[in-house]
């Protein structure tokens, strides 16, 4: 019903920048908060930044400063731009979105919650 479709991933040299893109579609009403999280080969999954529908945002503390996370809410969109990229962040980088409704019918809204893009794929190289 719901999808989290990411792009903008790539191969970039160390210090460039790149931008990611997160559409969710589906006849959806509304977004709660979104966020981009990146998984490193042999790592966990960690946070990256995280938005609210209202913009308050939150970002992972080595990340202050290079990374901009944004929203367009009427387009249920959410980027993140990257600046001065190093080795360390390549990773795959994964859309969240942790609550969404969507109309299942024309009358009757279902949520669903934790819902994950299938992340696309930034490397770094040195």
């Known amino acids: 019903q719901v999808d989290l479709l990411e792009s903008g991933g790539g191969l970039v040299q160390a210090g460039g920048s790149l931008r990611l893109s997160c559409a969710a579609s589906g006849r959806i009403f509304s977004i709660n908060a979104m966020g981009w999280y990146r998984q490193a080969p042999g790592k966990q999954r960690e946070l990256v930044a995280t938005i609210t529908s209202d913009g308050s945002t939150n970002y992972a503390d080595s990340l202050k400063g290079r990374f901009t996370i944004s929203r367009d809410n009427a387009r249920n969109t959410v980027d993140l731009q990257m600046n001065s990229l190093k080795p360390e962040d390549t990773a795959v980088y994964y859309c969240?979105?942790?609550?969404?409704?969507?109309?299942?019918?024309?009358?009757?809204?279902?949520?669903?919650?934790?819902?994950w893009g299938q992340g696309t794929q930034v490397t770094v190289s040195s």
């Open positions: 969240n979105a942790d609550q969404i409704r969507y109309y299942y019918s024309s009358t009757v809204l279902r949520n669903v919650y934790d819902y």
